[in-house]
């Protein structure tokens, strides 16, 4: 079997629902602390993150709310399905974000799961919650994106 390059990305999963109900202000990548199962049930994408979220406590960062289902081969040495996982990042990374989530209206969470390389990586954003009229308000200009990007394609059917 051939070897992938390092930085050949595999996406697991993405938390849709951020884009919808988010801001995002700026985005990070931090490394998962993860067992044998946890891994395996990744590669099968088995994952929900819909709701997760990240706790800086104590100078470390800890993702919360992510559900990784079971490995239906690990046997006895099962994994905790809601567990709190550790994420790898730098010491100035947590300080920053430490002090961001501090700020009223500032959250960190995460956006998608991948694999890079043979690592299991998590991308973050820092984010602030979307009001009702900026939900509408974006999904009237992805609308309008929308009915642009029709007229230029039967445009240039047409030719």
Same mark, same amino acid.
């Given at each position: 079997?051939?070897? *992938?390059?390092?930085?050949?990305?595999?996406?697991?999963?993405? &938390?849709?629902?951020?884009?919808?109900?988010? %801001?995002?202000?700026? +985005?990070? %990548?931090?490394?998962?602390?993860?067992? =044998?199962? %946890?891994?395996?049930?990744?590669?099968?994408?088995?994952?929900?993150?819909?709701?997760?979220?990240? %706790?800086?406590?104590?100078?470390?960062?800890?993702?919360?709310?992510?559900?990784?289902?079971?490995?239906?081969?690990? &046997?006895?040495?099962?994994?905790?399905?809601?567990?709190?996982? +550790?994420?790898?990042?730098?010491?100035?990374?947590?300080?920053? *974000? =430490?002090?961001?989530?501090?700020? +009223? =209206?500032?959250? *960190?969470?995460? *956006?998608?799961?991948?694999?890079? =390389?043979?690592?299991?990586?998590?991308?973050?954003?820092?984010?602030?919650?979307?009001?009702?009229?900026?939900?509408?308000?974006?999904? +009237?200009?992805?609308?309008?994106?929308?009915?642009?990007?029709?007229?230029?394609?039967?445009?240039?059917?047409?030719?």
């Amino acid at each position: 079997m051939a070897k *992938l390059p390092k930085d050949h990305v595999v996406v697991i999963a993405t &938390n849709r629902k951020a884009t919808h109900d988010f %801001e995002i202000h700026e +985005k990070f %990548e931090a490394g998962l602390v993860l067992v =044998g199962s %946890e891994v395996k049930s990744l590669r099968a994408a088995k994952v929900t993150m819909a709701d997760g979220w990240v %706790e800086i406590r104590k100078h470390q960062a800890f993702l919360h709310g992510i559900q990784i289902n079971e490995y239906s081969q690990a &046997n006895r040495w099962q994994h905790e399905v809601a567990r709190i996982r +550790k994420l790898l990042l730098h010491k100035r990374e947590i300080a920053k *974000l =430490g002090t961001k989530t501090l700020i +009223k =209206g500032y959250t *960190l969470i995460p *956006l998608q799961l991948y694999f890079k =390389g043979a690592r299991v990586k998590a991308e973050l954003a820092l984010v602030t919650h979307k009001k009702q009229h900026d939900k509408r308000e974006s999904s +009237k200009k992805a609308d309008a994106q929308r009915e642009i990007d029709r007229a230029m394609l039967s445009s240039r059917k047409g030719k």
